[in-house]
């Protein structure tokens, strides 16, 4: 309970939401319009001193209405800065045209296998034409034209091609290739035949840490390699470790048809059942133990146990967009318990949707953030509608046995929750893949269990 010197908290039930809503509209805004860095940090300044005069004379109605248009504001400015960079002299943008030039860098991030390429993530140092040199900054995508590579994250790498800038979209609507590259702050790509055209020059290199990481997710890759068959191995690695490149395009057209494709990109899913489980496990083994069980509070323990092991999960999947993404949600509901406010999860979505966009703004336009961040907000309002519309059903199976109330209820959950998730997630499936799954319903029911178990 907040004191009455904070009549903004005791108008607005959830501040969270205009906060949120504000910095949405100025992410969306500053996509598309021209960045002015002076006049957005002169309204920054001016807007934050009016909101502490309405909070400081205890009008709430007027912090109400300001607050959004700050953080609006700060919408605008992280996004400006990423879409509308001003090059430094010597970025590699400079250097896109028809010459081939040598270049060297470091892989800072691990290389991407693809069905038939394989993508490097080089972040520039020097430059080379003929026998003059200089150093350069700048991120490169470069493409090689086959999928085996021996190069790992950290290695220092050096190749010959010539240096372009992507494809902005050329007709309303298509796919902006440029603006997606933009928001990974990849201006230029490059491409090569073969592998052996990228020549390793130094290993060890880039963060420690994440060096001990990609050794365990070497070690993980080689058991699967040599203990799967190659067709179920990508499978496998695409649920552990998020890689999709031993996965063949018509199995994944497979998975699409299903409409379970989901569970092959690290996802909410996969954090949820990570989290799941040691929740699950912790509450099981506290209960042998009577001692504990009167000294600390069985659901706040769960949840604190849980963070570790779904922290350790996200590296192990690789750190990807969608699995930050999906881990920082899953710690937002996890904090929910500890701060008992799981009676609220609006609230602990609209967190988790904030601080994913304060790092990284540009995961408004990412597909996956929209169809996660609905898909819950689906559940969230929809499932207990539907409770409510069949509660003679549920009357019904609490006059059950043991075993049959336990079935019916896991399948009256799954059906409730895969009907909600698909029904929020419907149309914008419709938008961006132009398919909607109707199989999906039963699909998920069946396949996600078997993808828990697994």
Request: proline share 6%; with cysteine; net charge positive.
């Amino acid at each position: 309970d907040l004191p009455a010197s904070f009549p903004y908290f005791r108008v607005m039930k959830r501040p969270l939401t205009l906060i949120l809503s504000g910095f949405i509209a100025g992410v969306y805004a500053g996509s598309f319009l021209p960045f002015s860095y002076p006049w957005l940090m002169a309204g920054i300044l001016a807007g934050c001193l009016l909101l502490l005069l309405f909070l400081a004379s205890g009008r709430g109605k007027g912090a109400v209405l300001v607050s959004p248009l700050v953080f609006a504001l700060l919408g605008w400015l992280s996004m400006g800065k990423t879409v509308h960079s001003e090059f430094p002299p010597n970025h590699l943008i400079h250097f896109a045209g028809d010459q081939r030039y040598t270049i060297e860098g470091v892989l800072y991030h691990p290389p991407e296998p693809l069905p038939d390429m394989t993508r490097l993530y080089v972040r520039s140092e020097r430059i080379f034409s003929g026998e003059k040199q200089a150093v350069v900054s700048g991120n490169i995508l470069l493409t090689v034209r086959e999928r085996k590579t021996d190069l790992e994250y950290g290695d220092r790498v050096r190749f010959i091609t010539k240096l372009y800038q992507p494809r902005p979209a050329t007709n309303p609507g298509a796919f902006d290739y440029r603006r997606f590259l933009a928001f990974q702050d990849i201006w230029v790509s490059g491409y090569v035949n073969q592998a052996v055209e990228v020549v390793r020059m130094a290993e060890g290199q880039g963060n420690l840490f994440f060096h001990f990481v990609e050794r365990g997710r070497g070690k993980i890759r080689t058991f699967l390699d040599r203990n799967t068959p190659p067709e179920y191995g990508g499978i496998m690695k695409a649920l552990v470790l998020g890689e999709r490149g031993d996965i063949s395009r018509e199995l994944n057209e497979k998975f699409i048809v299903s409409g379970v494709n989901h569970i092959l990109s690290i996802s909410g899913l996969h954090v949820a059942l990570v989290a799941a489980f040691f929740f699950g496990l912790t509450r099981f083994l506290i209960r042998f133990f009577p001692p504990l069980l009167l000294r600390f509070n069985l659901n706040k323990t769960s949840a604190l146990v849980a963070i570790f092991p779904v922290i350790f999960y996200t590296f192990i999947a690789g750190m990807g967009v969608a699995a930050v993404r999906s881990t920082i949600m899953a710690l937002s509901f996890l904090l929910a318990l500890l701060l008992d406010r799981q009676k609220d999860l609006y609230d602990a979505l609209f967190l988790a949707a904030f601080l994913i966009l304060v790092a990284a703004p540009a995961a408004l336009f990412d597909v996956s953030f929209q169809l996660s961040f609905l898909a819950v907000l689906a559940m969230l309002y929809l499932v207990p509608r539907f409770l409510e519309i069949g509660a003679p059903l549920k009357k019904w199976a609490d006059e059950q046995s043991w075993p049959k109330r336990k079935i019916a209820a896991y399948v009256g959950a799954s059906l409730l929750t895969s009907a909600a998730a698909i029904l929020g997630t419907g149309p914008l499936v419709g938008l961006y893949f132009n398919r909607i799954s109707v199989v999906g319903f039963l699909a998920n029911l069946l396949l996600v269990p078997l993808m828990g178990l697994g």
